[in-house]
T-cell receptor, first 116, second 111 residues
Framework: EAGVTQFPSHSVIEKGQTVTLRCDPI?????LYWYRRVMGKEIKFLLHFVKESKQDESGMPNNRFLAERTGGTYSTLKVQPAELEDSGVYFC??????????????FGPGTRLLVL | SQKIEQNSEALNIQEGKTATLTCNYTNYSPAYLQWYRQDPGRGPVFLLLIRENEKEKRKERLKVTFDTTLKQSLFHITASQPADSATYLC??????????FGTGTRLLVSP
C-alpha cells in the first residue's frame, strides 16, 4: 500500500511568487493534516481536513495560505504571495478514522520550500 | 503555554548501550504522548503511544514511560545500533487531533 505522497519534494521560488504544494493521503484516510517546520523550530500544525471539510485551521499563519481538499481525496496548499518567512518543510499526514484522538498519523516525506 | 520540551542537544552513545531520551511537558496534563522517529529528508514515523494511565509501554527494543507526577516521558532504546541514529520526536495529542511536537532530540549511535 502506498504511503502519503507529497509533490514537489523541493521548491525554490522568489519572494512574491506563488507556490502550490500537493498531498496525496493514504487511500481511504478521511483525515488529512498539514504541518510545517521552519528551521530551528518544532513541527507545527497548520490545519486538519475531515474528508473535504476543514475541521481545524487554527494553525494557518495568515490569509496568504489557502488549503483545499476537493472531493475529499488529495489536498493542495497554496502560498500566495510567498514571503521569506514561509521557508521551511511542509509535511502532510493522514489518519484513518475520525473522532479518536489517538489515531496514528502517517506522514509524507515533506516539501522543502525555500523563498529567496 | 502548553509546551513539549525535549533536550535539543544531540545524544551520542556507543553501540550496545541503552539510549534514554526525555520529554517534559508543562502547564497541562496530556491524555496521550507519542514518540516518532525522523530520518533526514523524511517525515516523522510513529513509534509508540502511551496513555496517562499507563506507566510503561514496550515494543521490541523500545520502551516508553509516562510519569504524570514529574510531567515527563522517557524513551529508551536498549541494545542500541547505528541504525537507530535519527531524531526522535515527542508529541501530544490535543482534543482536536492535531499533534503538538517537541523540537526533537538527535541520537547518534557509534559503532
Amino acid at each position: 500500500e502506498a504511503g502519503v505522497t507529497q509533490f514537489p519534494s523541493h521548491s525554490v521560488i522568489e519572494k512574491g511568487q506563488t507556490v502550490t504544494l500537493r498531498c496525496d493521503p493514504i487511500s481511504g484516510h478521511d483525515n488529512l493534516y498539514w504541518y510545517r517546520r521552519v528551521m530551528g523550530k518544532e513541527i507545527k500544525f497548520l490545519l486538519h481536513f475531515v474528508k473535504e471539510s476543514k475541521q481545524d485551521e487554527s494553525g494557518m499563519p495568515n490569509n496568504r495560505f489557502l488549503a483545499e481538499r476537493t472531493g475529499g481525496t488529495y489536498s493542495t496548499l497554496k502560498v500566495q504571495p510567498a514571503e521569506l518567512e514561509d521557508s521551511g518543510v511542509y509535511f502532510c499526514a493522514s489518519s484513518q478514522v475520525s473522532g479518536f484522538t489517538q489515531e496514528t498519523q502517517y506522514f509524507g516525506p515533506g516539501t522543502r520550500l525555500l523563498v529567496l | 503555554s502548553q509546551k513539549i520540551e525535549q533536550n535539543s542537544e544531540a545524544l551520542n552513545i556507543q553501540e550496545g548501550k541503552t539510549a534514554t531520551l526525555t520529554c517534559n511537558y508543562t502547564n497541562y496534563s496530556p491524555a496521550y504522548l507519542q514518540w516518532y522517529r525522523q530520518d533526514p529528508g523524511r517525515g516523522p514515523v510513529f513509534l509508540l503511544l502511551i496513555r496517562e494511565n499507563e506507566k510503561e509501554k514496550r515494543k521490541e527494543r523500545l520502551k516508553v514511560t509516562f510519569d504524570t507526577t514529574l510531567k515527563q516521558s522517557l524513551f529508551h532504546i536498549t541494545a542500541s545500533q547505528p541504525a537507530d541514529s535519527a531524531t526522535y520526536l515527542c508529541a501530544r495529542n490535543t482534543g482536536f487531533q492535531k499533534l503538538v511536537f517537541g523540537t526533537g532530540t538527535r541520537l547518534l549511535v557509534s559503532p
